[in-house]
């Protein structure tokens, strides 16, 4: 199939179709959402929650992130790779971000990186950009904020942070990203930037009227289970079927019904009997 691209992005919001993208961390689940047919997978700082079992998304560094997105990029033949550029790596000075977010493309393998804020950041992506990488911003709940914010909770309700919030998308649209994630923000709020952006948005409980969607991959599946924010759709228990199978398995070994015939290897009875 062909590349989803950052033309397919820009062509899905002008032709109104949406856009499908997904968390991924390692290959083979990459390599099944790609077949699926998602059109952009995200190798997001949620892995520090998800994959490596940290409280937040601040632990994770640079070095994680070049891991996750080696396997996932491995995994994708269609999808765009979208590495997440994580707490410190593009806040220093602007030389440092544009050698971490050339490290996730270079070493990494990605095709564009994400990163969160607004004005605060503005430099920083438009040295990224002008490095020749497609940059995707990222609004409202920004996890990496989230000792500023005192929990991880719906933002930019009042005008007044409800009008930082799109003057940030604005800004983040004038310094050069590509489109934009709107993390848990009202419905509303979200319907209004994307009718001011020509860049596409992602929501993610940002309501319906965003140019795309985003979820992790492990809420949508239900199979983290810490905590799940009132965001998340799962559209399957696999927590359920990988406890099933892992006590159907424990079971049958005990039982001696694993492994059977099928599942071992032979040697004549002649060479077997010369080692007794
Ligand atoms: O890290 C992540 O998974 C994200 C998405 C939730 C947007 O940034
Ligand atoms: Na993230």
């Given at each position: 199939a062909k590349k989803f691209t950052v033309s397919s992005f820009q062509k899905a919001k002008k032709d109104g179709e949406k856009i499908s993208m997904l968390t991924a961390y390692d290959y083979s689940t990459a390599k099944l959402l790609d077949e699926a047919g998602a059109d952009s997978l995200l190798v997001g700082d949620s892995l520090g929650m998800v994959?490596?079992?940290?409280?937040?998304?601040?632990?994770?560094?640079v070095d994680d992130m070049i891991h996750h997105i080696k396997a996932v990029s491995r995994g994708v033949k269609r999808a765009m790779v979208v590495g997440d550029m994580p707490f410190l790596s593009y806040h220093i000075c602007v030389e440092e971000s544009v050698r971490n977010a050339g490290r996730l493309i270079q070493?990494?393998?990605?095709?564009v990186v994400k990163l969160e804020g607004g004005r605060d950041v503005i430099d920083h992506v438009k040295a990224i950009v002008k490095a020749q990488i497609p940059v995707i911003g990222h609004l409202g709940?920004?996890?990496?904020s989230i000792n500023m914010f005192g929990g991880f909770k719906v933002q930019g309700k009042s005008e007044e942070a409800a009008r930082k919030i799109l003057e940030d998308a604005l800004l983040l649209q004038e310094a050069g990203v590509f489109s934009l994630v709107l993390e848990c923000i009202p419905e509303k709020l979200a319907k209004l930037i994307t009718e001011k952006l020509d860049i596409p948005t992602i929501g993610i409980g940002a309501?319906?009227?965003?140019?795309g969607q985003v979820l992790v991959t492990q809420d949508m599946l239900g199979m983290y289970t810490d905590f799940t924010p009132k965001f998340v759709k799962k559209y399957d228990n696999l927590n359920e079927s990988i406890v099933a199978a892992t006590k159907k398995y424990i079971e049958e070994i005990n039982t001696g019904v694993f492994p059977s015939k099928e599942h071992t290897f032979k040697i004549d009875d002649e060479v077997i009997q010369k080692l007794y």
């Open positions: 994959m490596l079992g940290y409280e937040n998304t601040l632990q994770v560094t070493e990494g393998g990605a095709h709940l920004t996890p990496q309501g319906k009227y965003c140019d």
